[in-house]
């Protein structure tokens, strides 16, 4: 019974709010009710524990409670939310899916019998173990999408420690790390799921109004869409205690913004990746870019200037790549990181670097100049390789109101010679009308790239 | 198009460079100007900038992008980046064969 101690918390909160969906409330007695439904179900539909199950959906009731029941059943779960939707079949079949579970928007579920055999070598070892398993595809940015296959109960074992919770909204996703991060520690400590069906700045602020949410998890990039939207004037955000932001480097410019408008917001960094999973953080303070991380089963050290985590809730290995861990189980994060006593900084991926005849330069540092420039909506900063000097600074930035490009070029490059050395001033600024988030609220970079 | 056409844009990418850089980097707006070597204000960072400057107004003006310091121009036994002559120049010559 790998989730007996979720059970206990839930047993003791039957009359609790576990989910709150589409203005519905759903208790914690519900969730049991329905955890023995599916479960039942599952065995019913023939359905074999150790059986590798597609996953089709978003944070709903029944998505909440097939979760648990599929880690009760031992089942391998591969959620897979809308946003990867033109690689649903690539997904389905990398993972070798046995079984598809699919729920819609109306939180109807449907069950289908799916071609593969799921014979990998790591399912086996999975099985030998008899423990339940998560797959998480990585994001594929800068690359092909990796399936990290997880032991579910190395990811569970942190949760059983209680600790104090928040009315939270489940802005990650389903399908990501953070997401499943978010709903695990909720059920874990008997707190409350609040489901969006829409994360654009308005409908995730209405929300915190509406529901008096008192915990965020989101992204820098989000987090820079409340301010640029303005939303946040619109709505009474008073319950909102901690706004938690990770999955990509914090410029600083946005932090303080958010900061000074919201002193009464702790603000909390986070890190975590598909393959070693969430680490338990502490940011310095709320406008501090410095952070502390580790927590029981995670080991840290820095090597080269670049991050290697060691973690008891490590994946297994890929599914369709080469095992990344050191001899000795190493993860090599390929993110930089600064050192002060306990404490890191998070500079950047090292592979994002753009090196300027020999010197560093972290794109989000730029980034964090251009953004707290009049009229900028949005910057990606990128290198591009070059002759004379190796690689030279790039940015792409969209503006809030039409302005002369030639104008705002100049004006920006100014801005930036003033206070950045000039081998971190963008030679080359262009500007784009396209948003350039994914839809994780995650910044679309791009390589550097051979001219 | 014309070679003193390509020398007055490469002129015009020398103001734009003026605009924005530091006072000791400004150049002189003239054919004569160096842009390497010990009697150059320019370092390697400000030329790349000249040089992406020219290249962006090249873009504008014809239409065409074209990559002036590439393994070619760093290949040649003098240098096209000697002065804002050589360099308009470089840039004509380019423009003539895209043609």
């Known amino acids: 019974m790998t989730i007996e101690f979720m059970l206990d918390v ?193 409908a995730v602020l209405a929300a915190v109004e509406k529901h008096r949410v008192e915990m965020l998890p989101t992204s820098p990039t989000f987090i820079n869409l409340i301010l640029l939207s303005e939303a946040y004037k619109r709505y009474d955000l008073s319950s909102l205690q901690t706004v938690t932001y990770g999955t990509e480097p914090m410029p ?49 050290r820095v090597v080269d200037g670049i991050l290697h985590i060691r973690a008891k809730s490590a994946m297994l290995g890929y599914l369709n790549a080469p095992s990344p861990f050191t001899e000795d189980g190493w993860f090599v994060t390929g993110d930089e990181v600064l050192v002060d006593g306990e404490y890191f900084r998070i500079l950047g991926r090292r592979s994002e670097l753009i090196n300027v005849g020999g010197e560093k330069v972290y794109p989000a540092e730029v980034e964090s100049v251009l953004q707290e420039q009049p009229n900028v909506a949005e910057v990606t900063v990128y290198g591009e390789k070059n002759p004379i ?52 609220y995650k910044k679309i970079r791009l390589r550097p790239s051979p001219r | 198009m014309e070679k003193e056409e390509v020398l007055a844009l490469v002129l015009e990418a020398v103001e734009e460079w003026n605009q924005q850089a530091d006072e000791e980097q400004r150049l002189e707006v003239s054919p004569e100007t160096r842009l390497l070597g010990r009697n150059s204000k320019l370092d390697s960072l400000g030329l790349v900038n000249l040089i992406v400057l020219v290249e962006e107004k090249l873009a504008d003006r014809y239409d065409v992008h074209l990559t002036l310091a590439d393994e070619r121009a760093m290949s040649q036994e003098r240098s096209p980046f000697r002065s804002v002559q050589s360099l308009a120049e470089y840039a004509h010559l380019l423009l003539t064969e895209k043609k």
């Not at chain 1, 503006?399 to 100049?410: F, R």
């Not at chain 1, 004006?411 to 950045?420: Q, S, Y």
Request: charged share 25%; hydrophobic share 40%.
């Open chain 1, 10 to 202: 839930f047993r003791e909160s039957r009359q609790r709010e576990a989910i709150l969906w589409r203005d519905r409330a759903y208790s914690y007695g519900w969730l049991l009710e329905r955890l023995a439904h599916w479960q039942a179900a599952l065995a019913e539909q023939a359905v074999p524990p150790g059986a590798v199950v597609i996953l089709e959906a978003d944070f709903s009731p029944n998505a909440v409670a097939l979760f648990l029941a599929l880690i009760e059943h031992n089942c391998v779960l591969v959620p897979l939310t809308p946003s990867v939707e033109a690689k649903k079949a690539e997904f389905t079949e990398t993972a070798q899916g046995e079984v598809r579970i699919v729920i819609d928007e109306q939180d109807r579920v449907r069950f289908e019998r799916l071609p593969y055999r799921a014979d990998h070598p790591l399912y086996a070892e999975l099985r030998r173990r008899g423990h339940p398993g998560l797959i998480l595809f990585s994001s594929g940015s800068t690359g092909k999408n990796k399936a990290a296959l997880h032991d579910l109960t190395g990811i569970l074992d942190k949760f059983r420690v209680r600790r104090q919770t928040k009315r939270t909204i489940t802005f990650l996703l389903y399908d990501h790390i953070g997401g499943v991060n978010t709903m695990l520690y909720i059920l874990s400590n008997g707190g409350t799921i609040i489901t969006v069906q829409d994360r654009s700045p308005e």
């Open chain 1, 252 to 300: 600083e410019s946005t932090l303080k913004r958010f900061h000074e408008l919201f002193p009464h917001i702790t603000l909390q960094q986070t890190y975590g990746l598909s393959e070693v999973g969430i680490l338990r953080s502490k940011s310095k303070s709320s406008d501090s870019l410095w952070v502390k991380l580790g927590g029981e089963g995670f080991e840290t």
């Open chain 1, 389 to 440: 000097t190796g690689n030279i600074v790039c940015a792409l930035v969209r503006l809030k109101e039409p302005e002369d490009p030639k104008a705002a070029a100049l004006r920006l490059k100014k801005a930036c010679r003033a206070v950045l050395p000039a081998f971190k001033v963008p030679v080359k600024i262009e500007f784009v009308d396209e948003a350039m988030y994914s839809e994780r």
